[in-house]
């Protein structure tokens, strides 16, 4: 005879206590393999019942494995650091950020996204080491999906490429899975890892006829060579503009306010304090973004790198 159906959802009750995740579904599934061949009645409902929760189970792992792999803005920009597995993606955030993150000479060091800030004219850029990806990473392996998602969010992208003929190999099949997943408007460039190494500079020469126009540069994290060039390439691909303020009757500032590439005045004034948005009158502008010196301009005026700004606050 079968155990009544009453008690057997007081025994699922019981033994899905304190359980998550997959070990929840797992559990569920057993059970649902000790139910008798009724698919009607009571253990039809009771059927239906263990299902619905290994259907909620199932969602909240989803979530969470999402949340998990999302990673708020933060900064002026936030840049992607894409590559394959051990190809020194965490050594390169460690050096620039000053993170403290768990680095080592295999695979798959880095389980989930990690985000340090790097300062660049004094302004914060947020980057952010994913998870090394694997071909056929656009299917879901090795959790692609989840990282290419990270990739689509960021507001620039920084292929990294270790200079071994594998690593190279390995940066090929990431470039094909990444590229096509990416918005065209999205820059993007690359940055050669373990230029220590021997056989680097036959690597790197190999790499640079592949580029298609791309940026590129190389270091080593080991020696500190190429990093400042690394910096430098990380402000290029975002597109930053410097933006220097000149209060009336006062020099120009030397210290530049750091804008997004579509920084606008609007922004300028919100970065130096926002009460201002509702007292200000116009911007006396000179600079690329300006038809002459000291053009008057609005709120929605486009600023450019190195523009001078001239506030008129009410």
């Known amino acids: 005879m079968p155990i009544p159906h009453q008690e057997m959802r007081r025994i699922i009750k019981r033994r899905?206590?304190?359980?998550?995740?997959a070990e929840r579904v797992r559990v569920l599934k057993a059970c649902l393999a000790e139910f008798p061949g009724y698919y009607q009645g009571p253990y039809g409902e009771l059927r239906k019942w263990v299902q619905s929760l290994i259907d909620q189970a199932q969602t909240r792992q989803a979530v969470r494995h999402q949340e998990a792999y999302f990673i708020p803005k933060e900064g002026v920009a936030q840049v992607v650091l894409v590559?394959?597995?051990n190809a020194g993606?965490?050594?390169?955030l460690r050096a620039l950020t000053g993170r403290a993150v768990a680095v080592g000479d295999y695979p798959f060091t880095t389980l989930r996204p990690l985000a340090g800030m790097v300062k660049l004219e004094g302004a914060p850029v947020q980057l952010v080491d994913l998870p090394g990806l694997l071909e056929g990473a656009v299917d879901g392996r090795g959790g692609g999906k989840a990282v290419i998602g990270c990739v689509r969010m960021a507001d620039a992208v920084l292929l990294i490429a270790p200079l071994t003929p594998q690593g190279l190999h390995d940066y090929d099949a990431v470039k094909r899975e990444v590229l096509p997943q990416l918005d065209p408007a999205v820059p993007t460039a690359v940055v050669a890892t373990k230029g220590d190494l021997e056989g680097a500079v036959d690597c790197w020469l190999s790499l640079s006829r592949s580029l298609e126009g791309r940026r590129a540069v190389r270091c080593s994290v080991q020696s500190q060579d190429g990093l400042d060039e690394v910096r430098h390439l990380i402000w290029e691909v975002c597109g930053?503009?410097?933006v220097y303020c000149k209060p009336r009757g006062k020099s120009v500032s030397t210290d530049p306010v750091v804008l997004p590439p579509s920084g606008t005045v609007s922004d300028l004034v919100s970065s130096l304090n926002r009460a201002w948005l509702e007292h200000f009158?116009?911007?006396?502008?000179?600079?690329n973004s300006a038809r002459f010196a000291g053009q008057a301009v609005g709120l929605d005026h486009p600023l450019a790198d190195g523009d001078i700004v001239e506030l008129v606050i009410r």
């Not at 899905?16 to 995740?21: M, S, Y």
């Not at 009158?281 to 600079?287: F, K, P």
Request: proline share 9%; glycine share 18%.
């Open 16 to 21: 899905i206590i304190g359980l998550e995740g």
């Open 240 to 242: 930053l503009k410097r």
């Open 83 to 85: 590559g394959p597995p």
């Open 89 to 92: 993606k965490s050594s390169l």
């Open 281 to 287: 009158q116009q911007a006396r502008v000179t600079g």
